[in-house]
C-alpha cells in the first residue's frame, strides 16, 4: 500500500484517484477550489465531470495543501496545464528532496515554451518528476473499461515504481525513458484534434479525417524528434494512440469546440458552451512559436492559429491545406 496525493480535482484527476484507491492505496485528492473539495466530501461524486461515479470511501478529501504533499510516495498533478506553475509554487514548500512527482496533464506553457514536466522541474527542482500519459478519457478510466497508458521517467526504478502503482485489471502502464517525446505528443494531440472537430462540423468525411490524422502524427512527430522525443513515442500510445482517441471521441472537449467553430460558431462562443479548459487552444500559440524556433514545417498547426486567433475561414484554411505546394510524403525515401 502506497500513499498517493493528487492535487486537483477535475475529471482526470478523480478518476485516476479511484483507480488508485480501488487498488488499494492510501489516496488523498486536493483542489483550490472550495467548491469542489465540498462536494466530493459530501456527495462521494464529481457531479459535474464523473455524475453517477461514487468515490471509493477510503479517499480522503483535503483543503490543506501541505497536508495533502507531507509524507506521500507519490504526488500526482492533475490539475489544468495553466494551472501547473502557480501550483507548484504553492507546493514547493513541502516537496522533500527526491519526491515522486507525476504530471498527468498535457499542455505546453506558451511564454516559456516548457512542457509541463519542464515546468515542474523548473519549479521543484529537488523533485523526481515522470509524466503519465496515452488514450485515457476520464470518462472510460472511472468506468473501468479497458485502458493502456505510458509511463516516461529519468530512471527505470521510478518508472517501474510508478507502473506497479496505477496497474489494474483494466489499467495496463508501459514505461518509457523518454518524457520528452511523451509530453509533445500528448500536448500537440489536442491542436490536431481542434482540426478534426473543425473537419466533422463542416461536415466532411472519413477520407478528410483520416488525411488529417495521419498528416497530424508527421508534424508532431517532426517537431518531438527536432527537440529530442524518439519516434518510437509518437508511434505509440502518446502519439498514435492519444490522437487518434482524442480527434474521433466526443469525450474530448478539443473535439467537441472544434465541432463548434466548424459550424461555424466563434472561439469565445466555443468556450461558453463547453465551459471546461480547451488545452488545444492554449498549446497552439506554443506549438506554432516552438515550430517557428526550430524550423519545423506544420502547416496544419499554422492553420489551426489562423482560425483561432485570426478569425480565417475553416473553408479557406482547409483550402490552403490542400493546395500547398506539392511535395514527397517522406523526403528521406528516394528512387533508386
Known amino acids: 500500500m502506497k500513499k498517493i496525493s493528487f492535487l486537483g480535482a477535475g475529471s482526470w484527476g478523480t478518476a485516476l484517484a479511484i483507480l488508485c484507491a480501488n487498488n488499494g492505496h492510501r489516496v488523498t485528492v486536493w483542489s483550490a477550489v472550495k467548491e469542489e473539495t465540498d462536494m466530493l466530501r459530501e456527495k462521494r461524486e464529481h457531479v459535474d465531470r464523473l455524475p453517477g461515479v461514487k468515490l471509493p470511501p477510503s479517499i480522503v478529501i483535503e483543503d490543506d495543501l501541505e497536508q495533502a504533499c507531507r509524507g506521500q510516495d507519490i504526488i500526482v498533478f492533475s490539475v489544468a496545464s495553466p494551472y501547473v506553475r502557480s501550483t507548484a509554487r504553492l507546493a514547493k514548500p513541502f516537496i522533500e528532496d527526491g519526491q515522486i512527482v507525476v504530471n498527468v496533464g498535457k499542455g505546453i506553457e506558451e511564454h516559456t515554451l516548457m512542457t509541463l514536466c519542464e ?3 523548473d519549479e521543484l527542482p529537488n523533485a523526481d518528476v515522470a509524466v503519465l500519459s496515452g488514450p485515457s478519457h476520464a470518462e472510460e478510466v472511472s468506468k ?18 510508478i507502473q506497479d502503482v496505477f496497474m489494474g485489471e483494466n489499467f495496463r502502464v508501459y514505461v518509457s525513458p523518454d518524457i520528452i517525446g511523451i509530453e509533445i505528443g500528448g500536448a500537440l494531440k489536442n491542436v490536431i484534434a481542434l482540426a478534426a472537430g473543425i473537419l466533422e462540423g463542416m461536415g466532411m468525411g472519413d477520407n478528410t479525417k483520416a488525411a488529417l490524422m495521419t498528416r497530424g502524427i508527421a508534424e ?3 517537431l518531438g524528434m527536432e527537440l529530442g522525443g524518439k519516434m518510437e513515442s509518437f508511434f505509440g500510445l502518446s502519439g498514435i ?4 482517441v482524442t480527434c474521433t471521441s466526443t469525450h474530448s472537449r478539443n473535439h467537441n469546440c472544434g465541432y463548434l467553430l466548424g459550424q461555424g460558431k466563434t472561439l469565445d462562443e466555443a468556450k461558453q458552451e463547453i465551459r471546461q479548459v480547451i488545452e488545444g487552444v492554449n498549446c497552439a500559440r506554443a506549438a506554432m512559436a516552438l515550430a517557428n524556433k526550430h524550423h ?7 492553420q489551426i492559429n489562423a482560425v483561432l486567433f485570426e478569425d480565417k475561414p475553416t473553408e479557406q484554411a482547409l483550402k490552403d491545406l490542400i493546395l500547398r505546394e506539392r511535395v514527397a510524403e517522406y523526403q528521406s525515401l528516394s528512387w533508386q
Not at 473501468?144 to 515504481?161: C, D, I, L
Not at 494512440?241 to 487518434?244: A, E, K, P, S
Open 144 to 161: 473501468q473499461m479497458p485502458t493502456t497508458v505510458v509511463v516516461g521517467a529519468k530512471s527505470e526504478k521510478t518508472a517501474v515504481f
Open 296 to 302: 519545423v514545417n506544420m502547416p496544419i498547426v499554422e
Open 119 to 121: 515546468i515542474l522541474e
Open 220 to 222: 508532431i512527430s517532426r
Open 241 to 244: 494512440g492519444d490522437l487518434i
